[in-house]
């Protein structure tokens, strides 16, 4: 069955460095996003990503985020100076066109601490 | 803008009986809805969506969902709980029609079986 991958599963970076963290969406799907669920908060929309370029953002998705998809499948979620509050857990969704993409498959997520 | 809220953070139930988990969302337009699952350090897995048609929906691992626009409530349930149903449950909604499909997510209810 196909499915979304993240790595890493986990990351530590000090306060201020810059992150990067990786998913491969699902090979035929057309939608990309990124979410993300501080400890014990709700799941949060960060992202939505369609033909190359960035469809809806949140409040959170500021400046110092960025997404990029690199080559065919890959789908980057960039943090330029990480804080500390910027600790979560971290989940990639993609989801297919017409109404396939009502249904997001996510991710296994990638739990960032900054330290 | 969509907000969903789900009424308990957790719920204790022992194994083979019914449980519901509630929730309610509210929005200015028309919404699809939608129920995640997250078992421990796993991504969150689809068991239902409600897009239109009939208000009752089936899911997977015997749990089904039914709509109810008057009361803009969306409860899961299942008849008889198995230890393996332990895991945290996610009601979500995303705006129609849809340009990126974004969820909007509750807190989530931490459903636990009782053997």
């Known amino acids: 069955e196909p499915e979304v991958t993240q790595t890493p599963s986990h990351q530590v970076t000090q306060m201020g460095q810059e992150v990067i963290l990786r998913c491969v969406p699902i090979s035929n799907h057309l939608y990309f996003y990124w979410y993300r669920q501080i400890l014990g908060q709700k799941v949060e929309f960060l992202v939505s990503f369609y033909n190359n370029e960035i469809s809806e953002k949140s409040e959170i998705f500021d400046d110092q985020f960025s997404v990029e998809r690199p080559d065919g499948s890959n789908f980057t979620l960039k943090i330029r100076s990480t804080k500390l509050e910027d600790s979560a857990m971290y989940f990639c969704a993609s989801s297919g066109g017409g109404t396939r993409g009502t249904e997001a498959f996510f991710g296994q997520g990638t739990r960032l601490t900054v330290v | 803008a969509q907000s969903v809220t789900q009424l308990d953070s957790q719920v204790p139930v022992f194994e083979e009986a019914p449980v519901e988990l509630r929730c309610n969302y509210s929005?200015?337009?028309?919404?699809?809805l939608f129920w995640y699952v997250q078992y421990p350090n796993q991504g969150l897995q689809l068991l239902l969506k409600?897009?239109?048609?009939?208000?009752l929906v089936k899911g997977i691992n015997g749990f089904e969902a039914e709509f109810n626009k008057s009361q803009t409530s969306f409860h899961l349930r299942k008849p008889s709980v198995h230890i393996s149903d332990t895991a945290e449950y996610f009601c979500a909604v995303s705006p129609r029609p849809a340009g990126s499909y974004q969820l909007t997510f509750g807190k989530g209810t931490k459903l636990s079986v009782i053997p």
């Open positions: 929005s200015s337009v028309s919404v699809y």
């Open positions: 409600y897009l239109s048609g009939s208000t």
